[in-house]
């Protein structure tokens, strides 16, 4: 096996990703251009923090935590990867501004000495940059390449190109296939044969939005054969609907020159051919990649040191893995988890939908947020050794409630590396009755005990544990 950790293909620049409110396919911006240069570094801005008494260190540090925001936010406005790296390249004056931002920000943190997080970097950059984005409009780019001088002129917004208005064309015309009815007022026998299936109308015109193709495709020659394969497979006929909503294209293609031989190949590879109707269930456009990507997928999971066998045990548990590119997202982020000290073909057996989290958006606010309560790396490394799907939790809605009740209990934060599954059981329905009815009773379980015993064994528990803790002369009497 080849050392992953050490030997990387080529360097992995992280990124610092916040949660953005919208989602688009292209910079759409309105019209109003608002730009005030007095915000630029060295303006002179009342109560700011000088640049000169900033270790330069920490400044670049700075520096390319900013880029980082930045970048992802242009991103997530739709720009290309290239096209947000053109922008970046342009911008030192913008970013220069930006780190002059966390300085008035954050005055107070400045003149203690005290340096900032990234998660405090993030929540100070990401709203002034949706504010610029919503007064600045479509001339964005613009106002952060040209900072500090403004936009030379106002560009006009381009035409609808030719290709997109054959598209959204191509789109109605399917649409409206299938509504059409015969001179009987019957709908197409495929749309009867999927209403019969349990979809409607709406949920069939939504799948030809998406791939107008869907359509046109015929009863007897696509449709049908693939759901009676399906059906024989053991999917349940209830789940055809989603399994049609997820992946179209199945329909399309063939069954003996395609999917049959792709489930042939990957079979080979070690999915267990058993669990095909659940597999096809949990991810369907499985079985439309090519080969080439799929064993892309395999050489990886061979390199981080799994087995032929354990293998075929995460393409069958999470056959999304084979969607993510190993450059891009499943590299780096066991490159990630290698930097903890974490094992991480272990991981990706326990817990293989992990390498399908954002190192950015989940992963080091999740890190960060046990750093910042006083665990080592370390420590971090071994909770999520010990309990593969700590990272999936949300941190806000899951890991922040649990850990704030967690300081209230009589447990020492060293328990948590001991017992990270601690975070998996329900706060209110498990974790809160369990330690009242405990402190109730007088006595102090292991927190294992506490939460991963069945009921009437977290009975006995207390039981025995209350008869010890009673004095040999009670017992007597």
């Not at 880029?67 to 406005?77: E, G, M, R, S, Y």
């Not at 990234?118 to 990401?126: N, P, S």
């Not at 930097?339 to 326990?350: K, P, T």
Request: hydrophobic fraction near 40%; aromatic fraction near 10%.
């Amino acid at each position: 096996m080849r050392d992953f950790c050490l030997v990387r293909s080529a360097p992995f620049v992280p990124l610092r990703r916040g949660s953005f409110s919208s989602s688009r396919t292209r910079v759409a911006f309105t019209r109003k251009v608002v730009f005030c240069q007095a915000k630029f570094v060295g303006s002179g801005i009342e109560g700011s923090v000088s640049l000169k008494v900033v270790p330069a260190t920490l400044l670049a540090a700075e520096k390319e935590e900013a880029k980082a925001v930045l970048t992802l936010f242009l991103k997530k406005q739709g720009l290309s990867n290239v096209v947000a790296a053109r922008t970046i390249n342009k911008s030192d004056a913008f970013i220069d501004h930006l780190v002059s931002r966390l300085h008035i920000v954050h005055k107070s943190r400045y003149l203690v000495g005290r340096e900032l997080t990234t998660l405090e970097i993030r929540d100070a950059l990401i709203p002034y940059l949706e504010s610029l984005l919503e007064e600045n409009g479509n001339l964005m780019v613009e106002v952060i390449e040209s900072f500090p001088d403004p936009p030379v002129k106002e560009k006009a917004v381009s035409p609808i190109p030719p290709s997109e208005a054959s598209l959204n064309e191509k789109k109605l015309r399917a649409v409206s296939r299938v509504t059409e009815v015969d001179p009987d007022g019957n709908l197409r026998p495929s749309i009867l044969y999927l209403q019969e299936l349990g979809m409607d109308l709406d949920q069939i015109k939504g799948i030809t939005r998406r791939f107008p193709s869907f359509a046109y495709y015929s009863l007897k020659g696509k449709i049908k054969p693939v759901v009676e394969f399906l059906l024989d497979l053991g999917v349940p006929k209830s789940d055809i609907p989603n399994i049609l909503h997820k992946r179209p294209q199945l329909c399309g293609i063939s069954l003996q020159e395609n999917i049959i031989p792709t489930m042939t190949f990957l079979e080979s590879l070690g999915v267990d051919k058993t669990q095909w109707a659940k597999v096809i269930c949990r991810f369907p456009a499985m079985l439309t990649y090519s080969r080439q990507k799929m064993q892309a997928t395999v050489d990886f999971l061979y390199d981080i040191g799994l087995s032929a066998k354990n293998i075929g045990k995460v393409l069958t548990r999470w056959p999304n893995i084979t969607s993510y590119s190993v450059e891009d997202k499943l590299q780096p982020t066991a490159e990630y988890f290698c930097s903890l000290g974490v094992d991480i073909s272990v991981l990706v057996l326990r817990a293989p939908q992990t390498l399908g989290l954002s190192i950015e958006a989940n992963l080091k606010p999740v890190t960060e947020f046990f750093l910042e309560n006083g665990y080592s790396k370390e420590e971090v490394g071994t909770m999520i050794s010990r309990y593969g799907a700590l990272y999936t939790f949300s941190l806000t809605e899951n890991l922040i409630p649990k850990w704030e009740f967690f300081l209230t209990m009589d447990y020492s934060k060293p328990e948590l590396v001991k017992f990270p599954q601690y975070f998996g059981y329900s706060l209110e329905e498990r974790i809160k009755p369990r330690y009242a009815l405990m402190k109730e009773c007088g006595v102090t379980l292991l927190l294992n005990q506490l939460l991963s015993l069945s009921g009437s064994n977290f009975d006995k528990a207390l039981k025995v544990k209350m008869k010890n803790s009673v004095p040999e002369q009670d017992q007597i009497s």
